[in-house]
């Protein structure tokens, strides 16, 4: 690509009426400005300009090259512009990845900031996959559980807090279990990447996934129990617990509501059982538009009113 100065250079002189007047503009020097224009001219083989001792005017040339040179100023100040805008003013599209479920903590999050921004536009991708953040244009993940090893710049937003829960027509059914051991004689709900994949070998027998409890300040205690129903979705898993298919551990956060509402009952409230961290992921270290910068702290706001 051609260097585009010399005909900047050009259209500031022709602009500013002198090639002093130009340089002055430009903070160069007239001598500078007058080599840079013969030197297009030179290299075009075209004549530009009429000097006099007295003033500058047009060729026929000039006069149909000079309006092509006003457009090319005013796409780069254009351009200029819109990175400002892109810097200091919330607008474009955001691209926020999530995993599945967490559309209803990423919508309150951000509304307050799409309120106040009325030129950004969300776009939500909901995957439980881990999206490569540089291919799919991601400016902010939201990951859950611990982080593989990787380039990205991770900011931890909270703890979230895991429970039990039952709905109160499964513990009618069932009981309610009163003790550790008695959590392995009821049907579990879980998420598939928690239950060991038996393959072919499983025949007849019920699949397990790990439990870790604890009570009070005692030790962790390590359970293994029976998974009736597993689900790839965390909403899905929530929803067989509301209908009384079985015990599920599930995130305070999203079960918050169906336990308000009677849908849900914690079971064995005092069991304290590790939580986990969300964490938010972004390409880089320090985001340089402004819809990054404002997503940024809004996520931190509201995660932190969720901590465990």
Request: net charge neutral.
């Amino acid at each position: 690509m051609k260097d585009l100065r010399p005909y900047v250079v050009f259209a500031e002189t022709v602009a500013a009426g002198s090639m002093s007047a130009a340089a002055r503009r430009l903070g160069m020097t007239p001598s500078a400005v007058s080599q840079i224009i013969r030197a297009l001219e030179h290299q075009t083989g075209v004549k530009l300009l009429h000097r006099s001792t007295r003033k500058l005017s047009l060729t026929e040339a000039g006069e149909r090259c000079y309006p092509h040179c006003v457009r090319l100023i005013d796409a780069a100040s254009a351009a200029t512009s819109s990175l400002d805008q892109a810097r200091d003013a919330p607008s474009g599209e955001l691209r926020i990845a999530a995993p599945v479920g967490f559309g209803a903590h990423v919508a309150p999050a951000l509304a307050p900031v799409l309120a106040e921004w009325p030129h950004l536009h969300l776009r939500l991708i909901v995957d439980d996959a881990l999206i490569d953040l540089i291919d799919a244009r991601i400016d902010i993940a939201v990951r859950v559980g611990a982080l593989a090893d990787s380039t990205w710049i991770s900011r931890k937003l909270c703890d979230f807090e895991r429970v039990l829960c039952a709905s109160p027509a499964y513990l009618e059914r069932n009981g309610i279990p009163e003790t550790i051991a008695d959590l392995q004689e009821h049907d579990w709900l879980a998420r598939d990447r928690d239950v060991p994949d038996t393959g072919a070998a499983g025949g007849d027998v019920a699949p397990t996934f790990a439990l870790d409890v604890r009570q009070a300040s005692a030790a962790i205690e390590h359970l293994t129990v029976p998974t009736r129903i597993s689900t790839t979705s965390q909403i899905a898993l929530q929803q067989m617990c509301e209908q009384g298919m079985g015990i599920a551990r599930l995130f305070y956060a999203d079960a918050r509501h169906a336990l308000d509402q009677g849908r849900l009952v914690r079971v064995m409230p005092r069991l304290r059982l590790p939580s986990l961290p969300v964490t938010m992921v972004t390409p880089d270290r320090e985001p340089g538009s402004a819809k990054a910068r404002v997503a940024i702290a809004a996520l931190k706001r509201y995660f932190a009113t969720l901590a465990a």
